[in-house]
């Protein structure tokens, strides 16, 4: 295909924009106002999307490629990654080849290296930029801000959070809800000693890149610790709030045992999943995948599961899905 141009930007440097930067072109699709400017703004005759088919939103990628189309006239074409790793590994790969990349995902962990990297280009001077960013929280712009310049536009700001099963909760006989991860680790024990249940907490805690490391963060955050200071100096040394944190997650594991050894095994989806069979009382989760367990059409335990409303949970963005 030609190098086509876009208000100043070339081609090649436009359909590097990866991340929320490609949801960009998304948002023109999904019926925002036509004044920010981006409405024809597209001089291209397909665009391309790296994303993965995960959570159930295939029907909503799908409607809004056709809206994009409708609004700008453009096919978009969707490379279909099974998970996240793939995606992301999808992206370098047709990066280094050269191949065509005009929307895509990145994380806020992949920002500072696919940034220097020039895997992604700032949107700062894109036209229409400005008026999405007055519309975000402070939290939403501060995900798509790096040394000065915006790099693209996120699709959602999630919370790690605390769940917790009513009837079994009840069953256990417990009145009051605990206020601290060692009222609920010491309610769980309890739970366990009295035979209600083999395994009353399950944690997300699956190896990947947002998983058993957001469980720990979102550990450390609900006893206002911190992994690193502001210059990314690790605090983890003895009788720190991360080292302590992870010592109690690793007992729930191995000491008091109350902790479902799967949880090694449960990302995401998974562990909501086997949260929502009834067979524990605790579990974390993010508050958007809450309803694989309350959902009648895919839990048996519909209805039963809450949030804690205890120690606000860290906000965990992620940008660009």
């Known amino acids: 295909m030609p190098n086509k141009t876009l208000r100043g930007l070339s081609r090649r440097d436009f359909i590097r924009l990866s991340a929320a ?32 088919t995960v959570d159930g939103d295939e029907a909503a990628i799908n409607a809004a490629m056709a809206l994009f189309e409708r609004d700008f006239g453009v096919p978009v074409v969707w490379d279909q990654q099974p998970n996240i790793e793939e995606t992301n590994q999808r992206i370098l790969t047709k990066t280094i080849a050269g191949d065509q990349i005009d929307v895509g995902v990145m994380h806020f962990f992949n920002r500072a290296a696919w940034t220097e990297q020039g895997i992604v280009q700032p949107i ?21 801000t790096y040394q000065g310049e915006i790099w693209g536009l996120p699709y959602f700001l999630s919370l790690n959070t605390y769940i917790y099963n009513t009837e079994r909760f009840e069953e256990a006989g417990f009145e009051s809800l605990p206020t601290s991860l060692e009222e609920l680790g010491e309610m769980a024990l309890k739970a366990k000693m009295d035979g209600v249940m083999d395994y009353p907490i399950v944690w997300q805690a699956g190896v990947g890149l947002e998983h058993i490391g957001d469980t720990w963060i979102m550990l450390v955050s609900s006893k206002g610790g911190q992994l690193f200071d502001e210059d990314f100096n690790p605090l983890m040394e003895s009788g720190s709030v991360a080292r302590e944190t992870l010592q109690w997650w690793r007992d729930t594991f191995q000491e008091t045992q109350v902790a479902d050894p799967a949880s090694l095994e449960l990302r995401w989806i998974p562990a909501i999943r086997a949260h929502a069979t009834g067979n524990h009382i605790f579990s974390n989760t993010r508050e958007r995948y809450m309803n694989f367990a309350n959902d009648p059409a895919q839990s048996e335990t519909a209805g039963q599961h809450q949030i804690l409303p205890w120690a606000p949970p860290p906000m965990m963005a992620t940008s660009g899905r």
């Open 21 to 52: 930067g490609g949801s960009l072109a998304l948002a023109g699709g999904l019926g925002l106002k036509p004044g920010f400017g981006l409405r024809r703004a597209f001089a291209q005759d397909e665009l391309s999307l790296v994303y993965w």
């Open 124 to 144: 700062t001077d894109l036209p229409g930029v400005d008026a999405y960013l007055e519309q975000m929280l402070p939290a939403a712009r501060d995900l798509v």
